[in-house]
């Protein structure tokens, strides 16, 4: 079911440390009470793509936030903002986990709130999204879409900002993960995806990847070159059944 | 996946953006996925003013055989150049 009344805008939420965190969010337009979604942002920055698919969200029936993880950075154009960050090494793991944790009391603190909240993210977001999901207790679900560097080989990868890959958190994750890979991708490449896959298991955890041949990082990216539309349209109805499963129902 | 890696480089000089001249007193330079060049992974500069703490820049995104091409050829515009204005300055010192 979808739903072309829809509301949105920026609002602002609590997020790490206390501090106060823009955020775009979007909602269907109805009376009933509506299981939210957490939209993380890749490394370009909160951009034009985010708030689409913070909408997208919406228009099937989620109330969604998309935090503004560089907040702190701003103000300015994404790119600019996203540079700057770049520059100061990116945004530190504890302060995305403490926003993201924000963003999902904000959602729950809606009136029309069902209670069930997911959290997905692209490429930084990705991995992000599977660190949220260990660290952040009370998700309901989680999708991880090309999320590197969740497995790490290289250790000086591993940094003040980002000290702990987050595989190595697994054991404390407490809902559902889906994750979507392109067999192209060099950052996670097939064998990165496997051997998260092998943890996943080895913890007992409740999991579904899915690898798509013909495609690379950000395949779902309408705006880029490698943008796959066969492969982005299943991994869409790869995400709302998934979410339908874990945050429709009672 | 975006690494956040960056190699920053002190540089002496002035940068030309929409907005005119700014000076700039660093580069940084990184290998990942660009923002708006239809590249998978590109080399991207950064010039910014750090010392002034603008949030100016002055941005590229080029493809990894570019980038090396653009070293070979600002080292040989280097070499030249240096050689060029040496004899220029041996001459004017003739004069003088």
Redesign the interface.
């Known amino acids: 079911m979808t739903y072309e009344g829809l509301s949105g805008g920026e609002v602002e939420f609590t997020g790490f440390n206390g501090d106060d965190v823009n955020a775009y969010q979007a909602r269907p337009a109805i009376d009933g009470k509506v299981p939210g979604v957490v939209v993380i942002h890749h490394a370009p920055g909160w951009d034009e793509w985010c708030a689409e698919v913070t909408r997208k969200f919406a228009h099937h029936g989620y109330a969604a936030i998309a935090p503004n993880l560089y907040s702190r950075d701003g103000p300015g154009a994404p790119d600019d903002v996203a540079a700057r960050v770049r520059a100061a090494g990116g945004a530190p793991d504890n302060q995305v986990v403490g926003d993201v944790a924000g963003a999902m009391e904000w959602l729950r603190g809606q009136s029309n709130a069902s209670g069930k909240v997911g959290v997905i993210g692209f490429c930084s977001g990705g991995r992000q999204t599977y660190l949220v999901a260990c660290l952040v207790k009370g998700l309901d679900a989680a999708v991880d879409c090309w999320g590197g560097n969740v497995v790490v080989d290289d250790p000086s990868l591993l940094t003040e900002r980002r000290p702990i890959a987050p595989v190595d958190y697994t054991n404390q994750l407490t809902c559902p993960v889906l994750g979507l890979f392109g067999n192209d991708d060099t950052n996670p490449n097939p064998d990165h995806v496997n051997r998260l896959e092998e943890v996943l298991k080895d913890h007992g955890k409740t999991y579904e990847f899915h690898r798509y041949d013909g495609a690379g990082h950000a395949f779902m990216s309408w705006y880029r070159r490698h943008y796959r539309v066969d492969q982005a349209i299943d991994a869409w109805d790869k995400v709302l059944d998934f979410y339908g499963r874990n945050l429709k129902t009672a | 996946?975006?690494?956040?890696?960056?190699e920053?480089a002190s540089i002496t000089g002035s940068a030309k953006g929409p907005d005119g001249w700014m000076n700039v007193d660093t580069a940084?330079v990184?290998f990942?996925?660009p923002?708006?060049a239809?590249?998978?992974h590109a080399l991207g500069i950064?010039f910014?003013d750090e010392a002034a703490g603008s949030?100016?820049?002055v941005?590229v995104e080029i493809s990894a055989e570019s980038a090396r091409h653009l070293v070979a050829k600002i080292l040989a515009a280097l070499e030249s150049g240096e050689a060029a204005h040496a004899t220029e300055t041996e001459s004017v010192d003739q004069y003088s």
């Open positions: 996946m975006c690494t956040y890696i960056n920053k940084n990184y990942d996925h923002y708006h239809q590249l998978d950064d910014v949030p100016k820049r941005a």
